[in-house]
């Protein structure tokens, strides 16, 4: 990657994106973005506007963009250039006027080393702007860098959240900054208003539902898609989802055969758990819609085409939905492991109940559990998919719902909050709560991932599986829990129809 490439990608998204206009303030770190954007103007892609002062050429671009009702785009060097931006983004912001602040920075191992023009940038706007968005010519790709840009602008005009203002691209020049502009690049964007009653029309392409980490009305809603349009439902366990004929609990597995036949992703929820699902949401040669109701969106592969709030989907092919119901042939690890364990508990549970998901490996194996035809309403902390506070996430939406609420997760996860196992006298307390630990001593997601490779194993156990030996049961039974101990399936049958609020499986590690 060149700075000169960045440079140039980030022009070709403006214009992709609708941006008509562009302000400069000249400077040499923004040598990249100045030759770019000269380029469109004498190609009639955009109209450029040269201004000495960085301050004149910030509310030159407001008045701009109060005009025209579109973002405009305003480019500064680094150092003290960019806080002659901040009386203008103060403006704006209040005034709901749309601003992309492009400021030309160091890269960041020169900050706090005395580099000439060097400061803290990222931040020095406050609450004058809505967001930050950071770009570096030392990382990403072309599509990540437009899929930044396509955020700010979509953010500074307020398309989802009907709240414009100004919006900072931070974006670090690695020298040399200068060099042959690579050919132009149409970026097209169709990232749809946030109006609630607005929908995008999609046609027949080969198109599977994909669905994550979800509430149980999205899960509804991304159901209802697949089903009507008789699509493929790749349902994850916390996108409550995961029920009926679309769904299938074998989609990881179906993926590396079926994967490279599809045209078109729609996307509900936060998906998380599976290399192939991140890996297909990546996929250059699909269009990615995301369906939210939210200002912002999941797309960690900075491929999404269309960002809607609903969408309609046109009829599928009846052959395409019955390959993907077919049946999966699994190679299961025998004996009692953490798969017999979710597939137990999913199996327990019914559509009066709430089932709460510890975020290592527990949840990828209930991701393979056949399907419960009356699913609980499932929960997980997906957002940045940490194991702490598990159990207490799921004591606080138990005193919401009413609901009775089994919490399954891992030993380790239980370790990180054992805190939540204390019930204040004095406090409420959901009446059924309970708490399912898939116990293998230690953290034995680490061996499916790179260090659990064989030149790693000197080093494996002492700092990724760091076997633990805690009495879990007995901790819980110190704290008031009623606890048990079980070693099989038919144990664990016994002890999740019995009366026991915390269940220790111990498992094969």
Do not use: C
Not at 150 to 158: D, K, P
Not at 287 to 310: F, M, S, Y
Not at 357 to 364: A, D, E, K, T, Y
Not at 416 to 435: K, T
């Amino acid at each position: 990657m060149s700075s000169i490439e960045l440079g140039s990608t980030i022009v070709d998204a403006l214009v992709g994106l609708g941006v008509t206009d562009v302000v400069l303030a000249p400077g040499s770190r923004s040598a990249a973005l100045a030759l770019a954007v000269d380029r469109a103007d004498r190609a009639g892609t955009l109209r450029l506007h040269v201004r000495v002062d960085e301050r004149v050429a910030a509310f030159t671009a407001l008045g701009l963009a109060k005009g025209s009702g579109r973002a405009v785009a305003v480019i500064t060097t680094s150092g003290t250039a960019v806080a002659n931006l901040v009386p203008a983004a103060m403006e704006t912001t209040t005034a709901g006027v749309p601003l992309v602040l492009l400021t030309a920075d160091r890269p960041a191992h020169h900050v706090g080393t005395g580099a000439s023009q060097t400061g803290e940038q990222v931040g020095l706007f406050g609450t004058s702007v809505l967001g930050v968005v950071r770009l570096s010519s030392e990382s990403g790709t072309p599509e990540a860098w437009a899929a930044g840009i396509q955020r700010a602008v979509v953010l500074a005009e307020g398309r989802r959240t009907r709240q414009p203002g100004a919006v900072q691209v931070n974006v670090e020049f690695e020298t040399p900054m200068v060099g042959e502009l690579p050919p132009p690049v149409e970026r097209p964007f169709a990232v749809a208003r946030s109006a609630g009653h607005e929908s995008v029309e999609l046609d027949g392409r080969r198109t599977v539902v994909l669905v994550g980490d979800a509430s149980p009305v999205v899960g509804a809603e991304a159901r209802a898609l697949a089903e009507v349009s008789g699509a493929p439902l790749l349902a994850e366990p916390s996108s409550n989802a995961r029920v009926g004929a679309n769904a299938n609990p074998g989609y990881r597995h179906l993926l590396a055969d079926l994967g490279p036949q599809v045209e078109r992703v729609v996307m509900f929820g936060h998906p998380t758990l599976t290399r192939p699902v991140t890996d297909l949401i990546g996929r250059p040669d699909i269009e990615l819609v995301v369906v939210t109701d939210q200002a912002r969106w999941h797309d960690p592969g900075h491929r999404a085409a269309i960002v809607a709030d609903r969408v309609l989907l046109a009829d599928q092919d009846p052959s395409w939905l019955a390959a993907w119901q077919a049946p999966v042939e699994e190679q299961r690890r025998p004996g009692f492991t953490q798969r017999t364990v979710a597939d137990e508990v999913v199996a327990s549970l019914g559509t009066d109940e709430d089932l709460w998901l510890g975020s290592s490996s527990i949840i990828r194996a209930a991701d393979l559990s056949p399907l419960n035809p009356n699913p609980p309403h499932v929960y997980a902390n997906r957002g940045l998919a940490g194991i702490d506070g598990t159990i207490a996430s799921a004591t606080g939406l138990a005193l919401t719902s009413g609901r009775p609420m089994t919490v399954l997760l891992g030993d380790l996860t239980t370790q990180h909050d054992l805190g939540a196992l204390v019930r204040p006298p004095s406090e409420p307390w959901p009446d059924r709560l309970r708490v399912v630990v898939a116990d293998d001593r230690g953290g034995s997601i680490f061996r499916r991932l790179e260090q659990g490779a064989p030149e790693y194993a000197e080093s494996f156990d002492r700092v990724f599986l760091t076997p633990q030996g805690v009495d879990l049961a007995g901790v819980a039974a110190a704290l008031g829990w009623e606890s048990v101990t079980v070693t099989d399936r038919e144990s664990l049958s016994a002890a999740l129809r019995g009366s026991a609020e915390f269940i220790v499986a111990r498992v094969a590690g």
